[in-house]
């Protein structure tokens, strides 16, 4: 579906290094790797928000519908909830048929700052799905948010890979038992500039561990 | 105006204003001179004025000189404040020019107007325009500069058209500035018409004015100005604070469940 030619990008100094790979329907990739290493900025490069990359840098997007959940929830604050997922093209039938997938039905008409913060990310949620997207970016899903709405929210999220079984996820975090839950592939990116160390579907969920265990060790001995 | 306390009692708008007209009152009583009429006087010559049609002649002359440098003005000030303030580049090249127009005193700009157009309507209107376009732009520039990144980059993700972008991204943002603008460019804008009206229009409150000082009609003067401050105020009452009660609503909304 995706196929990855980035060439490197630096701010200054480099942060990513060279990148390339391939994104399938359904894979469902968790991102995973220490802060401030560059995965925000690989996938901000993935949505095409990064000017400074050839369009080549990721070859197939032009195709395919993109998703992105950011760390904040983006929404417009001046529309309701309605509205902004009327903005991306959704019927307001479609609005407030997604709203309920996310557990927000009724609350079509309230507006984003009415709403808490796991609410707000659900309603923004909500809106990666009205675009029927083919690719689903979560930026940190589950960030700051109480243990009870971060579970509650990862149910979600697995809940609706699983109704769209042709949607590719990628999925920045950094707690591995994320990626138990919700992938089916794991990249690992770290180095300078950084690399993807490790790019592999997953097998038994606990080798998740023993492996994010290896890869974080040298990151112990730095 | 609103305080921490709530707001003030609604008697406290009604004291500075009411005493100002009555000391003007007993000070146009005492010295009883032609040059300084009573409030009574200008009231009586205002409702004379009305009667015959003249002073809504005139009050729509100005009116409608006053909305159309408005709206030409407002809309290409928006646009080259949001270029500026959008394209480093743009903002390089131009913005010495902007300076300079912004220093440009308005009766240079009418006076060439008039000089190069001769007396007509069209450059009347264009030196209105040329005097309000640097004060929109720069106001506007400093909203443009302000923009939220965050939200571009989500208008793109999501493939918002350009109006979309234009519309529900960055009006709602420039709002505030497009008001300040506005208020500013309604109160400078009247004023300079005036002064085209007065060097080189036969209609309109400046034209009046104009004949009213030739005969130093002191309560003329006075009955035409307040006149058109009166219509300002009512464009103030009528438009512009709902306009921006409405708009800015978003900001404080009941908080249902924060």
């Keep these: 579906m995706l196929e990855l030619r980035i060439a490197g990008r630096d701010f200054g100094q480099p942060v990513l290094g060279e990148i390339s790979t391939t994104i399938e329907r359904g894979d469902r990739i968790c991102l995973l790797g220490p802060s401030g290493i560059g995965k925000t900025t690989l996938l901000n490069a993935i949505a095409g928000l990064d000017k400074t990359m050839p369009a080549e840098a990721v070859h197939g997007r032009d195709g395919i519908r993109v998703g992105y959940l950011f760390q904040e929830h983006r929404l417009l604050p001046w529309r309701t909830l309605e509205a902004n997922l009327q903005l991306v093209g959704a019927t307001e039938l479609e609005a407030e048929n997604y709203l309920g997938q996310v557990g927000l039905r009724g609350y079509g008409r309230y507006l984003p700052d009415q709403l808490s913060l796991g609410m707000a990310r659900r309603a923004a949620l909500a ?90 060790k040298p990151e112990l001995s730095v | 105006m609103k305080t921490s306390s709530g707001r003030p009692p609604v008697w406290s708008y009604w004291i500075v204003l009411p005493s100002f007209v009555l000391l003007w009152m007993l000070v146009a009583w005492f010295i009883q001179s032609p040059l300084l009429p009573t409030p009574l006087n200008v009231l009586d010559t205002l409702v004379r004025e009305s009667a015959s049609g003249e002073l809504w002649h005139h009050l729509g002359a100005t009116l409608g000189r006053v909305v159309v440098a408005f709206i030409v003005a407002m809309a ?127 209609s309109g409150v400046g034209f009046q004015l104009h004949m009213a000082f030739q005969v130093f009609d002191v309560a003329a003067i006075l009955a035409y100005s307040l006149a058109f401050i009166a219509v300002v105020q009512v464009i103030e009452l009528a438009v512009l604070q709902p306009l921006e009660r409405r708009s800015s609503r978003w900001r404080q909304p009941e908080a249902a469940h924060a």
């Design chain 2, 76 to 202: 290409l000030g928006t646009a080259i404040g949001i270029v500026m303030g959008r394209s480093r580049t743009t903002n390089a090249l131009f913005d010495p020019l902007l300076v300079l127009m912004l220093n440009l005193p308005a009766l240079v700009t009418i006076i060439l107007m008039y000089v190069w157009f001769g007396l007509v309507e069209v450059a009347a209107v264009t030196a209105v325009v040329i005097n309000k376009v640097p004060n929109v732009a720069v106001t506007v520039r400093e909203g443009a500069r302000s923009l939220d990144y965050r939200l571009e980059d989500m208008a793109t993700v999501y493939d918002f058209t350009r109006w979309q972008r234009f519309r529900e991204v960055w009006v709602p943002q420039l709002f505030p500035y497009l008001m300040a603008a506005t208020r500013g460019g309604l109160a400078l804008i009247w004023k300079i018409v005036l002064v085209v009206e007065l060097l080189g229009r036969s």
């Design chain 1, 127 to 216: 809106r990666c799905l009205a675009v029927k997207p083919d690719l689903l970016l979560l930026d940190e899903p589950f960030a700051s948010l109480d243990p009870v709405m971060a579970g509650e929210l990862k149910a979600l999220v697995g809940t609706l890979l699983d109704a769209h079984p042709g949607m590719a996820m990628i999925c920045v975090t950094h707690d591995g038992a994320d990626a138990k839950i919700l992938a089916n592939r794991l990249w690992y990116l770290d180095g300078k500039p950084a690399r993807l160390q490790w790019d592999e579907p997953v097998g038994e969920p606990r080798l998740i561990e023993e492996l994010l265990g290896q890869l974080r």
